[in-house]
């Protein structure tokens, strides 16, 4: 069964920071490109990051500058450092291949109050 567990959202000021993280198993992923993707309530899933073999990451404009998508050593993990957020970056967080598989984790809610 392949698993996409994402953790580390929560209620957070404009302003602040979070680290969120994911944890793929039940597939290796490490040949594949990682993403994290957001969804705000009423609207459609968006793509929010990238990396890739060697390191390599690109951004979302709206993110770019503010947001750091990292992959760790160990298993298939993933992190996101947010700062500097904004009531815009309010909703639920998902991590997936890039591109994504069809199957989606329960995602962490991400909300950020102004």
């Known amino acids: 069964q392949v698993q996409l567990v994402e953790s580390g959202g929560g209620l957070v000021q404009a302003g602040g920071s979070l680290r969120l993280s994911c944890a793929a198993s039940?597939?290796?992923?490490?040949?594949?490109?990682m993403g994290w993707y957001r969804q705000a309530p009423g609207k459609q899933r968006e793509w929010v990051a990238r990396?890739?073999?060697?390191?390599?990451?690109k951004y979302a404009d709206s993110v770019k500058g503010r947001f750091t998508i990292s992959r760790g050593n160990v298993k298939d993990t993933v992190y996101l450092q947010m700062n500097s957020l904004k009531p815009e970056d309010t909703g639920v967080y998902y991590c997936?291949?890039?591109?994504?598989?069809?199957?989606w984790g329960q995602g962490t809610q991400v909300t950020v109050s102004s």
């Open positions: 039940g597939s290796d992923f490490s040949d594949n490109a």
């Open positions: 997936n291949a890039v591109p994504p598989s069809d199957y």
């Open positions: 990396i890739w073999s060697g390191g390599f990451t």
